[in-house]
């Protein structure tokens, strides 16, 4: 069965090195998904956004589309991901414990704090993007935060922006998903 990521981030910005280009209501994030062997495109509309929600609207080309909702509490404590594969056609609300590519408001504070975050029950260590691993987005340097696991197997991407610490590429990710951002619309 078609294994999916299915995501969610809150930002309205993304820090492109020196610049930002805002992230509001309409804007339409694009990501490559590799699973299973297979490269799916990923399509995510920021649909809302209030103090108590955020909700996104997905297209998998090939699969159908729907919709996913964090609440407030997921948006500030969630520690883990949610990688199972999405419903077509619903609107599916998320648990208090999980995000899809993004990090929780506490998860970012002990990145900031600790140069450490416990993601899906694993610690990773914050580091030096290595020249070669530097993110980019449609040839522009992304300000992120590097991370990886004890032993190098998984790597994670992060924006670095407290307010909007979506993941913008995640590599050796343990549930078989791996991601990158490939535009902003």
Avoid: C
Avoid at 53 to 61: C, E, G, N, S, V
Avoid at 175 to 184: E, F, M, P, V
């Amino acid at each position: 069965m078609l294994k999916i990521l299915s995501f969610l981030l809150l930002f309205s910005a993304v820090s492109y090195s020196q610049s930002a280009t805002e992230i509001r209501q309409g804007t339409t994030l694009l990501y490559i998904v590799y699973t299973d062997g297979d490269e799916l495109s990923l399509s995510l509309v920021v649909d809302s956004v209030s103090a108590s929600y955020l909700r996104f609207a997905w297209t998998i080309d090939g699969y159908g589309s729907g919709k996913w909702i964090m609440t407030k509490n997921s948006l500030e404590n969630a520690t883990r991901g949610y990688w199972e594969e999405p419903m077509a056609g619903t609107e599916q609300q998320l648990g208090d414990d999980h995000n899809v590519l993004l990090f929780s408001k506490a998860q970012m504070n002990s990145v900031k704090s600790n140069k450490s975050v416990t993601y899906e029950g694993e610690a990773y260590t914050v580091k030096p993007v290595p020249a070669d691993q530097k993110f980019e987005l449609e040839r522009t340097e992304i300000n992120t935060l590097y991370m990886e696991n004890a032993n190098g197997s998984a790597k994670i991407w992060v924006l670095d922006n407290a307010d909007f610490p979506a993941i913008v590429k995640f590599i050796g990710n343990p549930t078989g998903i791996d991601i990158q951002l490939a535009s902003i619309r």
